[in-house]
């Protein structure tokens, strides 16, 4: 069973006194800079000089500096740039300012666990991974309740290293829904695995061959949409709330039987085997190489494939009767 960490459990007596330097104001770096700056603790924010991010902190009234500046007077520095930014800013701005003794902190450990980022020996490494978009980590925190996150210790050069962790996850509000303790590698296998299996890559060849065979057999593209897509979120709404379980005890009797009697014959042991051999790609490192070399190389297949994407009917039917769901110009 998983170690469930509530609010009662964590201090942030640990970050009190200390200099939190948050890297990169984005989705996640501006939530959580304002949410620990909002639980009373000591944030600066590290961003490019003039740039977007720097005039957003600076309206959010955060103190604002170079990455290097912000580093080097920094106890716990927290990177929370995206994965395939975050090598070249570590090499270039964070690295040579990193003091002895700090902490690095990490949202996702996709950098680490595949060796892009390698942290000298004397300074402690953990992550804070809440399980929602920035945006939601700050409104749930806004309204006195929390996003849970994933904690983790991947190098604990001062011996407390698991109070530093703890004290970040309830600075940020996650404690007030509970942590859970994982390894770097679990998180960041487990995310992959399921962004590529389920969440994004699953779910959506799921809608779009669900889309193509009801086109195919002629309806019409518009009745595909509503039925494969559109419905898919409250399906997914009821899912989140109440459980498979309680989804399908709150859809028709006929939706129950059909979808329990059909599903396994759509998505069967064929297709699990197909999500093992994903896993293991991502297990075994070389999903991780592929996406490094076509990010280095300028995406060129990925901007192909989102051509591709683009283009696909499904999404110009979505274009049009989005138009009309939610009222836009």
């Keep these: 069973m998983a170690e469930i960490i509530g609010d009662r459990e964590a201090s942030l007596e640990p970050l009190k006194g200390k200099t939190i330097a948050v890297i990169g104001y984005g989705s996640q770096g501006r939530a959580q800079a304002l949410n620990l700056r909002d639980s009373g603790l000591n944030v600066v924010v590290g961003v490019r000089p003039g ?70 020996s004397s300074v402690d490494v953990v992550m804070v991974a809440p399980k929602g978009p920035g945006q939601l980590v700050r409104e749930e925190y806004l309204a006195g309740r929390g996003v849970p996150a994933l904690v983790a210790v991947y190098q ?88 498979i379980t309680g989804m399908l005890e709150r859809v028709s009797v006929t939706a129950r039987y059909g979808g329990l009697t059909v599903g396994p014959q759509v998505i069967d042991e064929r297709v699990k085997e197909n999500m093992r051999r994903a896993a293991e790609r991502v297990r075994s490192g070389e999903f991780a190489r592929e996406w490094v070399k076509e990010y280095e190389g300028g995406m060129q297949r990925l901007s192909k494939l989102m051509d591709e994407m683009r283009r696909h009917s499904i999404e110009e039917v979505g274009a049009r009767l989005r138009k009309i769901i939610f009222h836009e110009a």
């Excluded at 070249?88 to 996709?110: C, S």
């Excluded at 060849?205 to 009801?214: A, C, S």
């Design 156 to 243: 604990d050069a001062s011996g407390s290293a698991w109070d530093t962790v703890l004290a970040l996850a309830k600075g940020i509000g996650a404690t007030r829904a509970g942590v859970i303790k994982t390894t770097f590698r679990e998180e960041t296998e487990t995310d992959l695995i399921g962004e590529q299996t389920v969440l994004v890559g699953g779910l959506m060849e799921l809608i779009r061959k669900g889309f193509e065979t009801l086109v195919e057999l002629g309806y019409q593209p518009e009745v595909a949409y509503f039925e494969v897509l559109n419905e898919a979120k409250l399906i997914m709404d009821l899912i989140w709330r109440y459980g």
């Design 51 to 120: 740039g977007p991010s720097w005039k957003r902190a600076v309206e959010d009234g955060m103190k604002t500096l170079s990455i290097p500046e912000a580093v080097k007077i920094a106890d716990v520095v927290m990177v929370l740039l995206p994965d395939m930014v975050q090598p070249k800013v570590w090499r270039e701005q964070i690295e040579p300012n990193l003091r002895d003794g700090v902490t690095l902190d990490f949202a996702h450990g996709f950098t680490i666990h595949y060796g892009l980022i390698k942290p000298p």
